[in-house]
């Protein structure tokens, strides 16, 4: 079964949009979420992460927003450059000895 | 600071043949894990540990073996490589609960 579900696959932003990616999970014990970004050729680098116990974490140009009663996650993206577009994984991990479940990703290409 | 270290880069082996994936991280980590990526499949769990001498199955074991002697050390071996193990591999490594670090990835492919 799919842990986390991912969505949209693709997505295509003009230069200045903002890019919205989205998660769901169904295990509830699940606390810890984490967004990674990954460029072609190089292993998936993490780029923010949140935790339950806050609805929203903000760092530079890049915001996850957490409903926990929705069991949803999304990623934000300001002011989208050129550079931001690469493969975007949502993924999730509980304080059991669970590790890392990832969303099937989201390919971004921002335009300009 | 080298992280998480994977060799070989790129491997062709053919259908039959045996290999193994090494995986090194000099950060102490407990955690360690092998994911297999393909497209439109994202990132789906191999084997992984939580310790030296602690391993466990992920979503898709089946041809593979781990073991993990030592806190660094987390090889991956494949048993009888087929066409369907063609795919690029990560390993990562983590304390538990948090960020983990990902290696630069082995593409393989089986013929």
């Known amino acids: 079964q799919q842990q986390v579900k991912q969505s949209p696959q693709s997505l295509i932003v003009q230069k200045g949009g903002i890019s919205i990616i989205n998660c769901a999970y169904e295990?509830?014990?699940?606390?810890?979420f984490p967004w990674y970004q990954q460029f072609p050729g190089k292993g998936p680098a993490l780029l923010i992460a949140?935790?339950?116990?806050?609805s929203e974490k903000k760092e530079g140009r890049f915001t996850i927003s957490f409903n926990k009663s929705a069991k949803q996650f999304s990623l934000h993206i300001m002011d989208s450059q050129p550079g931001d577009s690469a493969t975007y994984f949502c993924?999730?991990?509980?304080?059991?000895?669970?590790?890392?479940?990832f969303g099937k990703g989201t390919r971004l290409s921002v335009i300009a | 600071n080298a992280g998480v270290t994977q060799t070989p880069k790129f491997q062709v082996l053919k259908t039959g043949q045996s290999m193994t994936l090494q995986c090194a991280q000099d950060?102490?980590?407990?955690?360690m894990s092998w994911y297999r990526q393909d497209p439109g499949m994202g990132l789906r769990l191999i084997h992984y540990s939580v310790g030296a001498g602690i391993t466990d199955q992920g979503e898709v074991p089946n041809g593979y073996n781990v073991s993990r002697s030592t806190t660094e050390d987390f090889p991956l071996r494949l048993l009888s490589a087929a066409p369907s193990q063609t795919s690029v591999y990560f390993c990562?490594?983590?304390?538990?609960?948090?960020?983990?670090?990902f290696g630069q990835g082995t593409r393989l492919t089986v013929v």
């Open positions: 990562a490594s983590s304390f538990l609960n948090t960020e983990a670090f």
């Open positions: 950060m102490n980590h407990e955690y």
């Open positions: 949140i935790r339950p116990d806050v």
């Open positions: 993924a999730a991990s509980s304080a059991g000895n669970t590790p890392l479940v």
């Open positions: 295990n509830t014990a699940f606390d810890y």
